[in-house]
């Protein structure tokens, strides 16, 4: 194996932005929906949460990626339950980063996307009360929306079909005009999307701590995938003790 590795510290100094902004995002998708990425942050040990919150996981080069992911985007899709408990709020709170993308022609923030097939959604979620939120959810059964300020459409979301997600995802491509994707977990929506096999990348961050005790709930859950996916590891940066990965999902 001599000469097979290569050395990624030292190397160039970049910064979140320009690192997003230099990624060909999105490359070309099958024509019925979009390109999906997805982002996650891990602990060493693998796990994704402390006490229930990524937060305590995250630092400033993995927020850094985190908002320059957003900017980039056409639409952020999230399960219901993260929406509560990470307690989102708009998508693009930096007045100056929605006007970057108000000056190149885009909306100034991504669709906040979301599903629920009990259509139990957190209403109490920051992002419900910001006026200038827009809200898509894909449910089978809408609830009302006593007292929210945001702006929020529902989608029909066919529960019982094979692959409920991949149709929503062509909704958002076909009526929403959305190119890119960026889905913010947590596992039981990643694992859905992979089992549907509509992931195309993974950013993930490994954070430079142990959790230790038992293992909590894996990046994704769900049942096990038929076999094994390949990956291809396309990039990956290191700020301070933390690896930022970028994934190419194959199958
Ligand atoms: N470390 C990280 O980067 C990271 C990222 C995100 C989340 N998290 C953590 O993950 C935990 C939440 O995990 P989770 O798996 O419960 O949350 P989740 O993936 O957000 O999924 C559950 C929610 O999304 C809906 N949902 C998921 N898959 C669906 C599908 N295929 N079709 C329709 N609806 C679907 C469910 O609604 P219904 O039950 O109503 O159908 C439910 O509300 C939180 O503790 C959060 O902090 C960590």
Redesign the pocket.
């Known amino acids: 194996v001599s000469g097979d590795f290569q050395r990624l510290v030292p190397g160039e100094e970049l910064d979140a932005r320009g690192y997003v902004e230099a990624l060909s995002l999105p490359a070309p998708a099958p024509a019925q929906r979009p390109y999906v990425i997805v982002?996650?942050?891990?602990s060493l040990d693998g796990h994704?949460?402390v006490e229930?919150?990524?937060a305590p996981?995250s630092d400033p080069g993995d927020r850094a990626l985190f908002h320059a992911l957003r900017e980039r985007a056409d639409a952020v899709l999230?399960?219901?339950?993260?929406?509560g408990?990470?307690r989102y709020g708009r998508m693009i709170p930096n007045a100056e980063t929605r006007a970057r993308r108000v000056a190149t022609g885009r909306s100034p923030e991504p669709l906040a996307v979301?599903?629920?097939?009990?259509?139990?959604l957190p209403l109490d979620a920051p992002l419900f009360a910001e006026p200038e939120a827009n809200v898509v959810v894909?449910t089978p059964t809408p609830p009302p929306l006593d007292g929210v300020a945001a702006q929020v459409s529902f989608e029909p979301?066919e529960?019982d079909v094979k692959q409920?997600?991949t149709g929503a995802l062509a909704t958002l491509r076909q009526r929403h005009g959305v190119e890119l994707v960026l889905c913010?977990?947590?596992?039981?929506?990643?694992g859905?999307l992979l089992e549907e096999g509509v992931v195309d990348e993974l950013f993930l961050t490994i954070s430079p701590n142990l959790v230790g005790g038992e293992s909590g709930?894996a990046l994704a859950?769900g049942p096990p995938l038929p076999e094994l996916a390949p990956v291809h590891l396309r990039s990956a940066l290191v700020r301070e003790d933390t690896l930022l990965l970028r994934y190419a999902i194959t199958t």
């Open positions: 982002n996650f942050v891990a994704i949460v229930g919150r990524s996981l999230s399960g219901a339950s993260t929406i408990i990470e979301t599903v629920t097939r009990s259509g139990k894909f979301y529960a409920p997600l913010e977990g947590g596992p039981r929506l990643f859905s709930p859950s």
